[in-house]
């Protein structure tokens, strides 16, 4: 109670009182949060000046800090700060660390940025992030693809070509894989027999007089295997009808089924039911050409350019 | 003191601080929302920008209903590594007709803004069924019932209609749809046509065939619809890259 006493004699009051003697202390506020609220009022003052901040009619007020920059016309640029004339800065600052780089890459032919080691190593870092952000999520991180879905890149088996120039066609253009569903044409039976004559081919185990019949077949004007796959069966990459000779699969998984009727039934699924997948994008409007070079060589030397 | 007369004046008279409440509390949206009806700088003018088709709004819906916000945002911000990874930043004109927009601020997977033409259909409808086997490394969860539910179309007029309310311009009317061909063009205005609605989905989704199942219209043909589409509107070809620095 003494304590109650002497604080009232120590600490103001807010000077009104209700109910005759209810009275409410008026503690002021510490100094350090004063003075630290002030700061913040001028530190305001001065951020209003130096950034865009208020709006003023049917805009704003810019504010006087200024970025200069070139933009893709070649026009040089003031302007009051913003995070987009920012972003102009350092993307000019960043095509001005790479130029050299991609000046190179640009004028250099392909066989000549392989052999060069410093572009070699350029290639590898940049092709690397543009491929993980790029590549990767179809085929995979190390260009090892997932059958019967997107092909392996690193092996000498090329739908479309593995040459320099085609793997840069591929990129600019993108790629559609289309094959028409046998099942519909043809008889069980028949497909059957072209599926056991395309085992036969890469020496995967078969029934061999349905082979012998699906030879017939595939060169056939009824089926017309062969207009795609040619009469050797080594197909046609301008039309990006695969090799079926060499073992090698990505529509039929052939290698995860089990037993020599198993694999004929992977192989029997696609001539029935045809392809219309292995749909690549356009990466033209998405890419730069410097990039798309880039892209090229780093895919051209995973393992299987040609 | 003349401060603590002010102050008891107000503490005993609850009708006069209620009034004076209202009008400390008011300054802030009047400062922060009234200017936004005077700028006219904040939507970028930009050609292709259309609302969502039949096909793709339906999508969206689905987007929304499965949560993919809650991990993937629809916002490239101005930055260089975003730049370089998703593609030229995000403009508020291009979800000028999304109720409500799903920029979002969160993720966990990777921005989505401009995912349209980036995978193909067939990349999409394996990774939402199920999205290790083409990203070993992802932690989405799998999807696959998006493949085995067919699309229930028959409220897609009904949900068009609602978007209209909020100031989408789907057409109703004869004189909707002219200012829409003027707006959007003769290929575009029929799309938004209302009355049509069902049949324009039909329309695409067979024509499109994003699922590869010819045997029906999933859900799954809806949100590859949408996620095609996303961020594709806009031709940035057509414009310098410094076209947009004006709007802010």
Excluded at chain 1, 38 to 51: D, E, H, K, P
Excluded at chain 1, 205 to 227: I, M, Q, R, W
Aim: charged share 20%.
């Amino acid at each position: 109670m003494s304590e109650q006493k002497l604080q009232s004699q120590t600490v103001q009051t807010t000077g009104h009182a209700w109910d005759g003697d209810l009275q409410e202390y008026n503690n002021p506020l510490p100094a350090w949060w004063v003075y630290t609220f002030y700061a913040t009022v001028v530190f305001a003052l001065v951020y209003w000046t130096i950034y865009p901040s208020w709006p003023f009619g049917k805009g704003w007020i810019g504010g006087v800090s200024q970025i200069t920059y070139v933009n893709s016309e070649g026009e040089t640029k003031t302007h009051s700060w913003n995070t987009r004339a920012l972003l102009m800065e350092d993307l000019n600052q960043a095509a001005a660390a790479q130029k050299p780089y991609f000046d190179k890459v640009s004028a250099m032919p392909y066989e000549q940025i392989a052999k060069d080691p410093e572009m070699n190593g350029f290639i590898l870092s940049a092709g690397k992030a543009l491929f993980a952000d790029n590549c990767a999520p179809c085929h995979q991180a190390g260009g090892q693809g997932v059958v019967s879905f997107f092909p392996n890149l690193t092996d000498d088996d090329w739908l479309y070509g593995g040459s320099y120039d085609t793997i840069h066609e591929t990129l600019m253009g993108g790629r559609r894989g289309y094959m028409p569903a046998f099942g519909e044409v043809l008889d069980g039976e028949q497909v059957d027999q072209l599926a056991n004559y395309v085992a036969s081919l890469s020496g995967i185990e078969h029934d061999a007089g349905k082979a012998a019949a699906g030879n017939v077949l595939f060169h056939s004007d009824t089926a017309a295997c062969y207009y795609c796959h040619t009469s050797e069966a080594t197909g046609r990459k301008d039309m990006g009808a695969p090799n079926l000779t060499d073992n090698i699969w990505l529509w039929a998984d052939v290698p995860a089924a089990t037993g020599g009727e198993g694999k004929v039934a992977a192989i029997r699924g696609v001539i029935a039911n045809g392809l219309n997948k292995g749909v690549m994008p356009a990466w033209s409007g998405r890419l730069s050409p410097e990039q798309i070079k880039v892209l090229t060589v780093y895919v051209h030397e995973l393992g299987g350019g040609q | 003191m003349n401060i603590n007369f002010k102050h008891e004046w107000i503490e005993t008279n609850i009708g006069l601080m209620a009034v004076l409440t209202m009008l400390a509390i008011s300054v802030g949206g009047l400062v922060e929302i009234a200017p936004l009806f005077f700028i006219d700088k904040t939507i970028e003018k930009v050609e292709g920008v259309r609302p969502y088709t039949p096909l793709e709004q339906r999508g969206r819906d689905i987007f929304q209903r499965e949560g993919c916000y809650t991990c993937h945002s629809q916002m490239i911000r101005p930055f260089r590594d975003e730049k370089l990874r998703y593609g030229h930043y995000s403009l508020a004109a291009e979800s000028q007709y999304d109720h409500p927009f799903q920029w979002g601020s969160k993720r966990t997977g990777p921005d989505l803004a401009r995912v349209g033409g980036k995978y193909s259909n067939e990349w999409h409808v394996q990774h939402m069924v199920a999205p290790r086997s083409m990203v070993p490394e992802s932690v989405m969860p799998n999807y696959p019932w998006l493949l085995s539910t067919p699309l229930d179309i028959s409220d897609t007029a009904s949900r068009m209609k609602a978007l209209r309310k909020v100031g989408v311009p789907y057409s109703l009317t004869q004189a909707e749809y002219d200012a829409n061909v003027a707006k959007f063009g003769e290929t575009v205005a029929p799309q938004l046509h209302i009355p049509d609605a069902q049949k324009n989905l039909v329309e695409q989704a067979n024509f499109g065939n994003y699922d590869g199942d010819r045997s029906g219209i999933s859900e799954m043909d809806a949100l590859v619809a949408y996620l095609q589409v996303l961020g594709t509107m806009v031709d940035f070809s057509k414009y310098a890259d410094d076209a947009f620095v004006d709007n802010r």
